[in-house]
């Protein structure tokens, strides 16, 4: 194992010795810095012996190095503006202006902003919703193929896995029909990080991970998944057919050119405890995981979503993460957010986001089984006090809209706002997104129809926080269009 010296322990060796600090940043480690002082001591800029991220050649390069054999991928670059900054890089690199590009229509915001930044003509694949669950399926290879059979122009395929809610696609397959037809393939695998470490061990865990499974560009949050700090994440980079040159710009353009050091040393940190301790914290999770799910398989109204509970051969996903747990309260008196807020005010339990018909809560390598026990109790008795009703809410979802416009022409376009329930037939300026988890119901240049407005009239209804609608309820659309383009 390597016992070279982490980039925390270095920023603290620095911090605790003589050197005056006659740069940035403005605090200069002064204990007179305010309340936050004591976290200073490790924040510094690009000084001598600390390496440039952008140029990386000896500490962070080492790092980066580092966190590229725990998942096995050709390149690792560090990231401290989180995924987002990943998957605009990723996206840039991948497409010229005014290319063709097919994503799943479940992808994060951030995707659809690198194909307004990028001017692309983009084409959706739509996956199923699981309706036991009200959740989006996987990614189904063969509806992959035939897209980019039909739409032959398209660059890259961008595709999201595990979901938000951690339903896992088939990789290997998709990466398969995709290279056969010579397309890039990127995956946002922002939650799941965990996935695929080379390192572990812990056999949920072997080879299930997108580098492993031969997409071109993988994007990791860190943060969501393992022991690292908000903000940080990873791209993975494989093969020959990303030009790095081109990708290692774009990492200049979107990351700031002042980079946390603290941030990065978290992400050292993380990989280290991984290499160190992964299999053994990844064993226990699994252990806790069994034991949460005997404890609550007498639930009569609430459902814990397994990938075993729903028919097989009926969805495209492969696998269920089992730190995503999914709590459904379909058919019961209460909504998601009611159960939010029970576990919020009456346990002290902080779930991580809210639907109509069910809950999230996140649970990783660092809950012991105290955390998985509490659910468990509270889940437990709350389902005592709850009833079946035929009035209960249904997941209302989403639907590809067609575009009017490209996401680039509507963006730029001439907008104002009307009234949602006014919106029926004209063209959305602005993206209508749910957050968590930032998947848009609509984004610019896509026609408003009644199904759309239902869907955000029902979300709203629910108490969700949907971003895009004024607090008196409009929507910002394109003021007129010039020329109406129509894409399929």
């Not at 395929?157 to 696609?169: C, L, N, Q, R």
């Not at 979107?254 to 160190?276: I, N």
Request: proline share 3%; charged share 25%; aromatic share 8%.
């Amino acid at each position: 194992m390597n016992t070279e010296k982490s980039l925390y322990q270095a920023l603290s060796a620095y911090g605790g010795s003589d050197f005056y600090p006659c740069h940035m940043p403005g605090h200069k480690r002064s204990s007179l810095s305010g309340e936050m002082a004591d976290f200073y001591k490790i924040d510094i800029t690009e000084i001598e012996g600390f390496d440039n991220l952008h140029q990386a050649e000896g500490i962070l390069l080492a790092a980066q190095e580092r966190a590229n054999r725990l998942y096995g991928a050709d390149e690792t670059f560090f990231l401290i503006n989180g995924s987002t900054c990943g998957a605009l890089a990723a996206v840039m690199t991948s497409t010229k202006p005014g290319d063709q590009i097919l994503m799943a229509r479940n992808c994060h915001k951030s995707v659809y902003h690198a194909a307004i930044l990028q001017g692309l003509c983009v084409h959706y694949y739509c996956p199923k919703m699981i309706e036991e669950y009200d959740i989006c399926d996987g990614v189904d290879f063969r509806e992959i193929g035939r897209l980019l059979d039909q739409y032959p122009d398209c660059a890259t395929v961008v595709i999201t896995s595990p979901t938000y809610e951690g339903v896992v696609s088939d990789v290997a397959e998709i990466a398969n029909v995709v290279h056969e037809r010579g397309k890039i393939l990127i995956v946002d695998e922002a939650h799941g990080a965990h996935l695929g470490l080379c390192g572990t061990g812990a056999y949920s865990y072997e080879k299930k991970g997108a580098v492993a499974q031969g997409a071109d560009l993988v994007i990791h949050s860190l943060h969501k998944t393992l022991p690292s700090m908000t903000q940080t994440a990873l791209l993975h980079v494989n093969g020959d057919r990303i030009d790095r040159v081109k990708l290692r710009k774009y990492l200049s353009m979107f990351q700031s050119s002042s980079p946390s050091y603290v941030l990065m040393a978290s992400m050292d940190s993380c990989m280290r405890y991984l290499e160190r301790q992964g299999r053994e914290r990844f064993t226990a999770m699994e252990t806790h995981y069994r034991a949460f799910c005997q404890k609550t398989q007498g639930l009569r109204h609430i459902r814990i979503g397994k990938i075993g509970d729903v028919p097989e051969k009926k969805y495209a996903f492969t696998d269920w993460d089992m730190g995503k747990a999914v709590i459904s309260v379909k058919g019961t008196n209460i909504t998601g957010k009611e159960l939010c807020g029970i576990l919020r005010e009456e346990y002290h339990l902080e779930l991580e986001m809210a639907a109509q018909t069910y809950a999230l809560a996140m649970m990783t390598l660092m809950d012991e089984a105290q955390g998985w026990q509490r659910l468990a109790d509270a889940l437990i008795e709350i389902d005592a006090r709850i009833k079946e009703s035929a009035n209960g809410r249904t997941g209302s979802g989403f639907a590809c809209k067609k575009a009017g416009l490209t996401m680039a022409q509507a963006f730029h376009s001439p907008r104002e706002e009307a009234a949602l329930e006014e919106a029926a037939g004209r063209i959305s300026a602005d993206f209508i997104t749910p957050y968590p988890p930032g998947i848009p119901l609509a984004a610019p240049g896509e026609l408003i129809d009644g199904e759309l407005i239902a869907i955000i009239k029902d979300q709203i209804e629910a108490g969700l926080c949907v971003q895009g609608i004024t607090p008196e309820g409009r929507i910002g659309v394109v003021v007129e269009i010039p020329e109406k383009i129509w894409h399929d």
